[in-house]
């Protein structure tokens, strides 16, 4: 964390070259890789955690900042997005890394400050203001019960350490406080119901703020539920909330097939792909845990794919309704090749690592209870027909004489072909791990 710091201050007061900060960003990787492959950190291992959870997550951030970046390129980067971006970075490897629970919640709530700005600079509309108090109150909402959740916590145990329930027998704060845990970090994910802030700050951001949005700020939801697992009682949890979770999971994926704008459309697909996380977390199962952490990384990676691709037809076609955009097959066969692999990838098909994660996501529904397997069945086949959908009504439908005139520039198009080309390859590595 020092070395990013250092890094950080370093690029906002001495460049503003965009290739200095994405060249010191991949130097932070291999940084990371390094203390996760060595002892030299064995030592700070009471402030930061290097396990398996950090460590994905923190790819994940790498992977998404960049190819978000570079969509951003067209702003002609100065000081202002470098320090955007810088925040963004610091707060969420802070997030991701911390063992502390008051640093936690401290850099969880700073990280709401970049993406704040993104929306209010760069935003699209007028409305973007109050997408921006939405986002806020909904957070605050659920953050102030959970300050005196925590100094509950610190009174009982004597400290703010993720690992100080582990020197406790079955330690949990009870029913009322473990709800305001569930809903503290459910309202990051989000769960339906929690959910109306996202799709609004979605059409409001711009494309490269909606990446950073679905790829990493959805991602701390699921990141806190871990860290507080000893905090909470589960099985309360599960007896109170799964009936409402395994309904509206299959709800929040009808929602997704009556969406005419593809922004929505992908916004809600957020939504309807991380309702599963908490269904996984309650199952509290080495494989229901491996499965969450899969579902994070693999959407924090190609739900940036999706809304690159957004983008870039919203650049040739000036609209996002899928009635209007037609005959993509014509005008780019490289483009609808992309798409073509973004659906599979979406869809968990082989030989995609994401695969792996919805096998372990149905084992998973049915050691929890034989009824949520039918909703797990429910919820692919519908998630197949939204898909389908905008696929074939984008690429494989007939194209207008209008449609020919539109030219893909290579400014536009450059960042989603690196995109594809940092996240297949790399996620197939997953493999190997």
Same mark, same amino acid.
């Given at each position: 964390?020092?070395?990013?710091?250092?890094?950080?201050?370093?690029?906002?007061?001495?460049?503003?070259?965009?290739?200095l900060?994405?060249?010191?960003?991949?130097?932070?990787?291999?940084?990371?890789?390094?203390?996760?492959?060595?002892?030299?950190?064995?030592?700070?291992?009471?402030?930061?955690?290097?396990?398996?959870?950090?460590?994905?997550?923190?790819?994940?951030?790498?992977?998404?900042l960049?190819?978000?970046?570079?969509y951003?390129?067209?702003?002609?980067?100065?000081?202002?997005?470098?320090?955007?971006?810088?925040?963004?970075?610091?707060?969420?490897?802070?997030?991701?890394?911390?063992?502390?629970?008051?640093?936690?919640?401290f850099?969880?709530?700073?990280?709401?400050?970049?993406?704040?700005?993104?929306?209010?600079?760069?935003?699209?509309?007028?409305?973007?203001?109050?997408?921006?108090?939405?986002?806020?109150?909904?957070?605050?909402?659920?953050?102030?019960?959970?300050?005196?959740?925590?100094?509950?916590?610190?009174?009982?145990?004597?400290?703010?350490?993720?690992?100080?329930?582990?020197?406790?027998q079955?330690?949990?704060?009870?029913?009322?406080?473990?709800?305001?845990?569930?809903?503290?970090?459910?309202?990051?994910?989000?769960?339906?119901?929690?959910?109306?802030?996202?799709p609004?700050?979605?059409?409001?951001?711009?494309?490269?703020?909606?990446?950073?949005?679905?790829?990493?700020?959805?991602?701390?939801?699921?990141?806190?539920?871990?860290?507080?697992?000893?905090?909470?009682?589960?099985?309360?949890?599960?007896?109170?909330?799964?009936?409402?979770?395994?309904?509206?999971?299959?709800?929040?994926?009808?929602?997704?097939a009556?969406?005419?704008d593809?922004?929505?459309?992908?916004?809600?697909?957020?939504?309807?792909?991380m309702?599963?996380?908490?269904?996984l977390?309650?199952?509290?199962?080495?494989?229901?845990?491996?499965?969450?952490?899969m579902?994070?990384?693999?959407?924090?990676?190609?739900?940036?794919?999706?809304?690159?691709?957004?983008?870039?037809?919203?650049?040739?076609?000036?609209?996002?309704?899928?009635?209007?955009?037609?005959?993509?097959?014509?005008?780019?066969?490289?483009?609808?090749?992309?798409?073509?692999?973004?659906?599979?990838?979406?869809m968990?098909?082989?030989?995609?690592?994401?695969?792996?994660?919805?096998?372990?996501? =149905? *084992?998973?529904?049915?050691?929890? +209870?034989?009824? $949520?397997?039918?909703?797990?069945? #429910?919820?692919? @086949?519908?998630? /197949? &027909?939204?898909?389908?959908?905008?696929?074939?009504? =984008? *690429?494989?439908?007939?194209?207008? +004489?209008?449609? $020919?005139?539109?030219?893909?520039? #290579?400014?536009? @198009?450059?960042? /989603? &072909?690196?995109?594809?080309?940092?996240c297949?390859?790399?996620?197939?590595?997953?493999?190997?791990?």
């Open positions: 964390m020092s070395f990013l710091l250092v890094i950080s201050f370093f690029t906002l007061f001495f460049g503003t070259n965009p290739f900060f994405i060249t010191l960003m991949v130097g932070f990787w291999f940084y990371f890789q390094l203390s996760h492959l060595s002892y030299f950190v064995s030592n700070l291992n009471f402030l930061y955690f290097c396990d398996e959870l950090s460590f994905f997550m923190v790819y994940m951030t790498v992977f998404v960049f190819t978000s970046f570079m951003s390129l067209y702003l002609q980067p100065g000081l202002k997005i470098n320090m955007v971006y810088i925040l963004m970075l610091v707060f969420c490897v802070g997030v991701f890394t911390t063992s502390n629970l008051f640093s936690f919640i850099i969880y709530e700073c990280s709401l400050l970049p993406i704040l700005y993104i929306i209010i600079k760069w935003g699209s509309y007028p409305e973007r203001s109050m997408s921006a108090v939405m986002l806020l109150v909904y957070t605050s909402v659920f953050t102030f019960p959970f300050i005196a959740v925590m100094f509950t916590i610190y009174s009982l145990l004597g400290s703010f350490l993720f690992m100080a329930p582990f020197t406790a079955s330690f949990n704060v009870g029913p009322l406080m473990s709800i305001i845990i569930f809903f503290t970090f459910s309202v990051k994910l989000p769960i339906y119901g929690l959910h109306f802030w996202l609004m700050a979605h059409v409001e951001a711009p494309t490269f703020g909606s990446m950073i949005l679905a790829g990493i700020l959805l991602k701390l939801g699921g990141v806190g539920l871990i860290r507080c697992t000893d905090y909470m009682d589960v099985v309360f949890l599960k007896d109170t909330l799964f009936g409402y979770l395994m309904v509206f999971l299959v709800y929040s994926t009808l929602v997704c009556f969406q005419s593809f922004k929505r459309l992908v916004a809600y697909s957020s939504v309807s792909h309702m599963a996380v908490p269904l977390y309650l199952s509290n199962t080495i494989i229901s845990l491996k499965s969450l952490l579902i994070m990384l693999f959407h924090g990676l190609s739900s940036p794919v999706l809304f690159m691709i957004v983008g870039v037809l919203y650049s040739m076609f000036s609209t996002r309704q899928l009635i209007m955009i037609r005959g993509i097959m014509l005008l780019s066969p490289l483009l609808s090749f992309l798409m073509i692999v973004a659906f599979f990838f979406t968990s098909a082989p030989p995609f690592p994401s695969f792996v994660a919805e096998v372990y996501f =149905m *084992i998973s529904c049915f050691y929890i +209870s034989p009824m $949520l397997l039918y909703s797990f069945l #429910f919820f692919t @086949f519908l998630s /197949l &027909v939204y898909n389908l959908n905008w696929l074939t009504s =984008m *690429i494989f439908s007939s194209s207008t +004489s209008s449609t $020919l005139t539109f030219n893909l520039t #290579f400014s536009s @198009f450059m960042p /989603l &072909v690196l995109s594809f080309f940092f297949i390859p790399l996620s197939l590595l997953f493999y190997m791990m």
